[in-house]
């Protein structure tokens, strides 16, 4: 996966990059909870884990999960502007598994930075409309204001 | 382009504070 020039810049750019292997730190993996590997975490700079990824992942679909960390991670901080901004770019990216949920967080960090509840109506309509059937459009119906 | 991977968790949430940046764990089983 590393190898990989887009994984290897997006990482190098936007995170401090640790690696912990089973056999030298096995203490490590019982530290964070870590189950099984590969396991990819993002983790605040509070410490607290912000995403996590378990097993293998293919280039794009890793790429779109890291995003989704950063743009966790930046919404942890109520940095609601940029986690909106990152979470719209994993939205856009058709990724199957990363783009609803981006979609829902999206959603969820503009309405925590204006305050205004049509921002939740608005993300219920879009998770209907791009992401039907999805677990995070589901999880909107309760913002839809019908049945 | 490498990454330059760290094995000190502690100093790289220590970093992490200073930064502003997040810290990217990795659990592998893969040779080294």
Redesign the interface.
Same mark, same amino acid.
């Given at each position: 996966m590393?190898p990989d020039?887009k994984i290897?810049?997006f990482?190098?750019d936007?995170?401090?990059?640790?690696?912990?292997?089973?056999?030298t730190?096995p203490e490590? !993996?019982e530290?964070?909870g870590?189950q099984w @590997?590969? @396991?990819? !975490?993002?983790?605040?700079?509070?410490?607290k884990e912000?995403h996590r990824v378990e097993g293998f992942v293919e280039i794009d679909a890793l790429l779109a999960q &890291?995003q989704l960390? &950063?743009a966790q991670?930046s919404f942890a901080s109520q940095q609601w502007d940029e986690a909106e901004r990152l979470f719209e770019d994993v939205a856009r990216s058709g990724d199957a598994d990363a783009a609803p949920e981006a979609a829902y967080w999206a959603g969820v960090a503009r309405y925590k930075r204006s305050g205004d509840p049509t921002a939740l109506g608005e993300t219920h309509k879009r998770l209907n409309a791009d992401f039907p059937g999805t677990a995070w459009a589901k999880k909107t119906q309760v913002w839809g204001g019908g049945p | 382009?490498?990454?330059?991977?760290? %094995? %000190?968790?502690d100093a790289? +949430?220590a %970093?992490?504070?200073r %930064?502003?940046?997040?810290? +990217? +764990?990795?659990?592998?089983?893969?040779p080294?």
């Open positions: 590393y020039p290897a810049r990482v190098s936007h995170f401090i990059p640790v690696r912990q292997h089973v056999k730190h490590a !993996m530290r964070w870590a @590997t590969p @396991t990819i !975490m993002i983790v605040d700079a509070n410490g912000r &890291l960390g &950063l991670a | 382009m490498e990454i330059q991977w760290r %094995d %000190d968790a790289a +949430l %970093d992490a504070k %930064d502003g940046r997040p810290v +990217l +764990l990795d659990f592998s089983a893969a080294m």
